[in-house]
């Protein structure tokens, strides 16, 4: 059959007719789409937030272990840095102050001298400048010659034959004589008649001093108050308006359980001295003594299981003015293997006894 030509949409319309109703199909072709309307699509809207991922913890790498010449400390992240500490450098010593030359205090200075037609001998033990600067010039007379010569010492009280030149030309005389130096008596061989004479404050410069007994013909030189001959540092009672003078090397001062000043030596085990609460001693009496011009009652006892003898003092004049009810009473005790050298040392601190202002 010939099929005439005719419009083209018409004629495609009629060739799909004719396939369908052939039976045959296409598998390739899809159904074609319906031409119902769709709605329109909804616009979408994205809100996207943000969720922050977990903060990660962070664990710090431990440091690496360096060679000791260069390994640098790691601090700990959870310990606060400790300050570096300041080290700490030995005590500076504080400076021992410069002493005046001739400054108070008691000087272990002084010589000795013979007179070797009248035979006694003249010491001088020791010199005392005070605050006024005026010396006390200790002195000790004994007699050489062990015969029956009755031998007297006459008193030196204005006796301006003594007196003392310094290494500059200057010349002191004496003021004062006390002690067995302030008086006349007839003296005896092996015992020491022990006296002072007062002398006027040397000049700064002087560096030297010589001592003349011109009525005696003695003469002592070489006298001097450097302060490495100083020996009196002063120590403070508790029960008495009195001092002792001290040199540092030999003694150590406290407070003793009876609570007064306590004087312990050195250099000698179990030798000590101390200011005694005021009372009466309890000793068996000795003697009566005097030691560079202070007078003492002597008392004693011994204690053999302990090693040592108790002395009791008790001073009765020749320390200053002070005004006591009751004498001062001090208590030494003397180690029986150092007994002399000890008694020395204590006499030494006995004779230093002055009075203060309270």
Known sequence: MKIKSCHPIL????????????????????????STSLPPSPT????????????????????????PDTATPTASPTTAASPTPTPTLP???????????????????????????????????????????????????SRTDNTKILRVK???VGNHDIYINDDLGNGYNQEQAGGWMGKSFAFYYNV??????????PVQ?????????D????????????????????????FYPLVWYYARANWTTTISQEGGLLMTHRKIANCLVQEWTPSQPVGKYKNNIEINGVTYDLYSWSEPDKGWSVREY???????????????????????????LCANEVATLLGSLKAVNP
């Open 314 to 340: 008790v001073a009765l004049k020749g320390f200053g003015s002070a005004t006591l009810e009751i004498p001062p009473l001090f208590r030494a005790t003397i180690p029986s293997d150092n007994a002399n």
């Open 154 to 156: 006459w008193t030196d």
């Open 215 to 238: 009525s005696r013909k003695l003469i002592i030189p070489g006298i001097s108050l450097d302060p490495e001959s100083l020996i009196g540092i002063e120590a403070r009672m508790v």
């Open 205 to 213: 410069k002087a560096r030297s001093l010589t001592f003349f007994d």
């Open 44 to 67: 979408a809207t994205f809100t996207i937030t943000a969720t922050p991922l977990p903060t990660s913890t962070l664990t710090p790498l431990p440091s690496p272990t360096l060679p």
């Open 91 to 141: 005590p500076t010593s504080t400076p021992t102050p410069v002493l005046a030359y001739g400054g108070p205090g008691f000087y272990n200075t002084g010589g000795c001298d013979e007179d070797e037609v009248y035979f006694f001998r003249l010491c001088i033990t020791g010199i005392e400048v005070l605050q006024t600067g005026k010396m006390i010039v200790y002195v000790s007379w």
């Open 192 to 201: 020491a008649y022990n006296g002072w004479y007062v002398f006027p404050r």
């Open 11 to 34: 004629a495609s319309l009629l060739l799909i007719a004719f396939l369908i109703n052939s039976g045959c199909s296409s598998p390739d072709l899809l159904p074609a789409a319906t």
